[in-house]
């Protein structure tokens, strides 16, 4: 079975999800197909969990370095 390949994007990631989740929803899907397509959103989902993750990572640096700016911005008591 070949490997999936990696997704463009998160947004990309969610699309191909999606059209896995209707051609499964569909019933027509054959027993080797369908074994095929929950791999790839096995693949899929890890991959958005990984953007999500480090999106979510990245806004606490954001937020921590504004605090950061707020504290040194306000004077010395």
Do not use: H, N, W
Request: with cysteine.
């Amino acid at each position: 079975m070949d490997r999936p390949e990696k997704p463009e994007s998160y947004e990309a990631a969610v699309e191909r999800l999606e059209t896995i989740i209707a051609r499964l929803d569909s019933g027509d899907a054959e027993l080797r197909e369908t074994l095929a397509l929950c791999v790839e959103a096995k693949e899929l989902i890890g991959f958005c969990k990984g953007e999500l993750d480090a999106v979510s990572g990245e806004l606490r640096e954001l937020r921590l370095d504004e605090l950061v700016g707020e504290l040194e911005a306000q004077p010395e008591t």
